[in-house]
């Protein structure tokens, strides 16, 4: 009998798959038993930067819900919540959400937060990007001096992202120097850290793990690195079976007066500066670079 030989990315990836589909076969069986629980897909930023280790909580103790966080990369995300297996969904890729929204699985997108996307590497900096005000300018000397990158080639909305910046840059992804980790952002970052390699990551993510990893801000400011966070529920219409109360309560509160104070205030006090802007009520055209 032949052997099947998976890569450790598949293996990986395969691993999380089973572990995310066991997990929401028996949060459903529990939400059908007990509809206070509630299903939460997100994009693993929310879950790296520590955020929602404050707001779930405070969710949880003023409504008497228990929430089931599944933390993966916003594709993911969204397909999950999607197929009616989660009750609300928070990610960060406008343009896959509003094709959501439009075929209706998904209701009532709300902005939630914002803050940005930056090019990171190792201080020696051999692509000799340091200071470049636009993003596809970078990836083209990063691409032309073949210098390693890590892409988290895992469909989130940052990788999203950095496909697009590729494609507008015209590089094609071909070669060793382009490396995919198949990982969440922390877990890129510390790749790219040790690889000392170029890496796309949210600014969130970045000073959460920024003592961790030996890789400086190199590219920022950039209007396309805009990172907007959405919250939306399933639509109960199209999927009876989703708890739609607690959905719709949870995505609530992420736009309520109390989580756009902790927004407001949350990395403040350990990074000197914000980790988030609150957007609740705002459009995305209000939003700056």
């Known amino acids: 009998m032949s052997r099947i030989s998976l890569t450790p990315i598949v293996t990986r990836t395969f691993l999380t798959i089973v572990a995310v ?4 076969t028996a949060s459903v069986c529990s939400a059908g038993a007990a509809s206070k629980v509630v299903i939460l897909t997100t994009t693993t930023s929310t879950q790296d930067s520590g955020l929602l280790d404050v707001l779930v909580p405070m969710f949880e103790k003023q409504t008497g819900y228990s929430v089931k966080t599944v933390s993966v990369g916003t594709g993911q995300a969204l397909a999950l919540a999607g197929r009616g297996e989660a009750d609300v969904v928070l990610v960060h890729a406008p343009d896959t959400e509003k094709k959501y929204v439009a075929e209706g699985t ?4 709300r902005l939630v937060m914002h803050n940005d996307f930056i090019i990171v590497g190792p201080q020696t900096d051999p692509a000799k990007i340091r200071g ?7 990836f083209r000397r990063i691409a032309g001096a073949k210098a390693t990158f890590v892409s988290r080639g895992d ?10 910046l590729w494609k507008q840059a015209g590089i094609e992804l071909e070669g ?5 980790s198949g990982q969440g952002m922390g877990q890129t970052l510390g790749i790219a850290s040790e690889k000392h390699a170029y890496t796309l990551t949210d600014r969130g993510t970045y000073l959460a793990f920024k003592k961790r990893v030996t890789l400086e801000i190199l590219v920022e400011r950039d209007r396309p690195l805009l990172n907007i966070y959405s919250v939306m529920e399933v639509n109960p219409s199209r999927f009876p079976k989703v708890n739609a109360s607690g959905g719709k309560a949870f995505a609530d509160f992420m736009v309520s007066a109390e989580a756009r104070a902790v927004i407001k205030s949350f990395g403040v006090e350990k990074f000197g500066e914000p980790l988030f802007f609150p957007d609740a009520g705002k459009r995305e055209e209000e939003l700056g670079g």
């Open 132 to 138: 470049f005000t636009k993003a596809i300018d970078a």
């Open 155 to 164: 469909n989130s909305g940052t990788n999203i992202l950095e496909r697009k």
């Open 176 to 180: 060793s120097w382009y490396v995919q």
């Open 21 to 24: 589909g066991l997990l929401l």
């Open 106 to 109: 998904l209701v009532n997108r």
